[in-house]
């Protein structure tokens, strides 16, 4: 079946850390791939998005993601994490937009 | 610029009672999605349009159903609720590139 998952499902970082959040796809076609960002409380806000060319894509608030095609992954980065940053993470596949279970983001003071 | 909208924001049902959820986007996009998020389990898309007059079966369909008679709207029903559709559900609309996301309607079924 044609999945997007995300193994972590809370990470705690501290913040002025670097993060990785891991998300993998099980689609067989070349993927359009997103991560997108929710707040409590508020909708979802697009971070970045994948479509062809180069493999690493910048986005807002300083995320960064890489596709390997080798891995089916799109893992999310940033090289310093702020405590605005806490919320959960998710990485989608617009075959038929479906959603990872999600990543929620602690950071620590 | 409105984006995509739904109506109502927050609602409670008694169990059994009936109501339909409004999406509206204004960006002319062809697809069109619903999902409900809860906790722990993310978004899950219940039904999505690919255009006018077209509807699919999203991971979980059971106890709803959809319209969209016009490109611009994506109707949501609830026939008879149950407190398991105690949900925040989400309406999208793409190109298809990215999605872009309403509000949401948080929905209480007591």
């Known amino acids: 079946a044609q999945s997007v998952t995300q193994p972590d499902i809370h990470i705690t970082v501290s913040e002025g850390a670097s993060l990785e959040l891991r998300c993998n796809y099980s689609y067989g076609a070349t993927p359009y791939l997103f991560w997108y960002v929710q707040s409590p409380g508020q909708g979802l806000q697009l971070l970045l998005k994948y479509f062809s060319g180069d493999t690493l894509v910048q986005g807002i608030k300083g995320f960064e993601a890489e596709f390997k095609r080798s891995q089916s992954s799109f893992n999310l980065r940033k090289p310093s994490v702020h405590w605005s940053d806490a919320a959960e993470y998710f990485c989608a596949h617009s075959n038929d937009m479906r959603f990872g279970a999600g990543t929620r983001l602690t950071v620590k003071p | 610029n409105a984006g995509v909208t739904q109506t109502p924001k927050f609602r409670v049902l008694k169990t059994g009672q009936s109501m339909t959820l409004l999406c509206a986007q204004d960006m002319n996009h062809e697809y069109m999605y619903w999902y409900r998020q809860d906790p722990g389990m993310g978004l899950r898309l219940i039904h999505y349009?690919?255009?006018?007059?077209?509807?699919a079966k999203g991971e979980v369909p059971d106890g709803y159903n959809v319209s969209r008679l016009k490109k611009q709207n994506f109707l949501l029903g609830l026939e008879s609720a149950a407190p398991s559709q105690t949900s925040v559900y989400f309406c999208?609309?793409?190109?298809?590139?990215?999605?872009?996301f309403g509000q949401g309607t948080r929905l209480t079924v007591v």
């Open positions: 349009s690919v255009g006018e007059g077209t509807t």
């Open positions: 999208a609309s793409s190109y298809p590139s990215e999605a872009f």
